[in-house]
């Protein structure tokens, strides 16, 4: 019998290995399409992988708790009953595609797959499993509508059931809604180092004194500590701050955050509200809403912004509201509640966290003013938002100044100086500004 071998996914942008974090099987166990083999862990997401053939686990390469690079085969399937007529000649090809996860076009590159056993259309770079296009060739469907078709499985893949579902119901006269199933392909691809540059000076050895006591990071720390450090390299980043009158935003939520609460059963914060100024402003300006590639400049069509939430082990994450400039408050106000509990609980997928264009970062939740955040690549800025206080502000009337009390924060925009000059920037954290200060919702 054939055998199928099953890789280690590239499940996100920039990672490069993931942590087995359990298997849900054993060798010898007969597993279908779309079981669940293993869960992995990356610095983004972790994630249950399913299978994309039904046959036997012949081998497990890997045990729990093994840190395996991108594409390192993890198990072997011996394929039985459908999968096995096709899978034995689809299986290099899948395999060869999947072995350079990293391949890169000039402006836009093939988008990253879920799992490396698949087959993959010429065009739209949607990939498949052997029985899925076997079923499709039988039924007579083309490549072309074959792309179309919702797929329900694991990253928007199609699985047997959903080819079945499709055939079927297109036999019976029933006319399928297509689905936009195809993965988004990245805009853009972040520049790796000049080959000429030089090698860097060794590090000083850094002393460990009596008593003082040494923490290895652990994984999901290091890649967030090289990414932060990329971006400083990648980006010149500057700073603007702007101080921001809510006085208004503030009494709109005392006055509807108890009717929100029993309406919606969670908690109106002022987080909705700013990414909702902050959307309107980025379709003022949408140079802000743009990543870097080479010396080209790429405006995103999709405002897709995302929210970094702390995570109990004290490492960082960022969600994304995708098309957050089509929701209103109380859509914004959901979807933030549930990226942030799924990514508390580690229960985000590689979607949630894929397709960002323009990050918030809520440093004002622990009760600090300023900040200069460092941009989340391949963005070019990122808003720094601080605790909302009272101060005593001087209040221009008709009968002249007078001092009052106010609701004031301040916001901070990091931004790439290779793209956006002071101008850009300070008028765009000024539009925020102006939203937020003459708030009507």
Do not use: C
Not at 63 to 69: A, I, L, N, Y
Not at 146 to 156: C, F, M, R, V
Not at 256 to 271: C, H, M, P, V, W
């Amino acid at each position: 019998m054939p055998t199928f071998e099953i890789k280690m996914p590239k499940l996100g942008e920039s990672i490069t290995e993931g942590i087995i974090i359990s298997w849900s099987v054993k060798v010898g166990d007969t597993i279908e399409e779309d079981d669940v083999l293993f869960e992995v862990n990356t610095a983004k997401v972790s994630a249950e992988i399913p299978s994309p053939v039904a046959g036997k686990i012949l081998e497990i390469l890997f045990k729990e708790g093994d840190t395996v690079p991108v594409g390192t085969v993890v198990a072997k399937v011996e394929l039985e009953g459908e999968d096995a007529g096709d899978s034995a000649a689809e299986a290099p090809k899948a395999q060869e595609a999947q072995a350079q996860p990293e391949k890169k076009e000039a402006v836009a590159p093939a988008p990253e797959v879920a799992a490396p056993t698949k087959k993959q259309s010429k065009e739209e770079g949607r990939w498949y499993s052997p029985v899925v296009t076997q079923l499709a060739k039988e039924a007579k469907i083309s490549q072309d509508e074959l792309d179309k078709i919702a797929g329900t499985g694991y990253e928007g893949r199609l699985s047997k059931k959903d080819i079945t579902k499709y055939i079927d119901q297109t036999k019976n006269g029933v006319v399928p809604t297509p689905g936009a199933s195809k993965p988004a392909a990245t805009a853009a691809t972040q520049q790796s180092a000049p080959a000429a540059a030089a090698a860097p000076a060794p590090k000083p050895a850094i002393p460990v004194a009596e008593g003082d006591k040494v923490i290895p990071m652990d994984f999901v720390g290091k890649i967030v500590a090289d990414r932060m450090v990329e971006s400083v390299k990648t980006s010149p980043h500057v700073t603007t701050i702007i101080e921001v009158d809510v006085t208004k935003l503030v009494k709109w939520r005392a006055k509807n955050k108890d009717a929100f609460q029993k309406r919606e059963g969670i908690s109106l914060t002022y987080l909705p509200a700013i990414t909702e100024a902050t959307a309107k402003a980025l379709i003022d300006f949408p140079r802000i809403n743009s990543s870097v590639d080479g010396y080209n400049i790429i405006e995103k069509k999709r405002i897709n912004i995302g929210i970094a939430v702390s995570l109990p082990d004290g490492n960082l994450i960022v969600p994304v509201i995708k098309d957050a400039d089509k929701m209103n408050i109380t859509g914004l106000a959901t979807s933030i509640d549930a990226l942030a509990l799924k990514a508390r609980n580690n229960k985000l997928s590689g979607d949630d966290i894929q397709g960002g264009t323009f990050t918030i970062t809520n440093f004002g939740s622990f009760k600090n003013i300023i900040g200069t955040p460092i941009i989340n690549q391949p963005e070019v800025a990122i808003l720094g938002v601080g605790i909302i206080e009272k101060k005593p502000s001087v209040i221009e009337t008709p009968d002249g100044d007078v001092i009052a009390i106010r609701h004031k924060m301040y916001l901070s925009l990091s931004y790439d100086h290779r793209v956006i000059n002071g101008t850009l920037g300070g008028n765009f954290v000024k539009r925020i500004a102006d939203y937020l200060e003459n708030w009507e919702a």
